[in-house]
């Protein structure tokens, strides 16, 4: 029954955690270069070693509200075929939240002593 629980709590930690890393994972791929939705749905997929998945919805409302701040933007061009796809990237501003935030938040997990705690 305790391993049964620990499963249980380990699948909803790792969901809520997963939900709060979608915007950290969409500006990653645009940090890599302009996407389409497929492109970005693929890099979050791919570099995430598949434990991210996300939906057009999602992605497409991320977006949306991410170039209603300015910190996201996108051109039109060709696709491979029909009509012509929308290419998101990060604008000035959204690389510098970017930047920011993987200095407050990601790479403190560099530090020697949390590495250490991490290798234990």
Partial sequence: MKQKLLFELLMVWEETYKKGQLTLWIFLALK???KYVDEIREFVEIN???TMH????SL????RKYRELE??????????KGPDRKYYFLTKDGEKLLEEFLKRNIMLFYNENILELIKK
């Fill in 32 to 34: 890599d270069g302009k």
């Fill in 48 to 50: 995430s070693c598949k």
């Fill in 54 to 57: 996300c939906e057009d919805q």
């Fill in 60 to 63: 497409y409302r991320s977006l």
């Fill in 71 to 80: 910190i996201v933007d996108y051109e039109t061009a060709k696709g491979n």
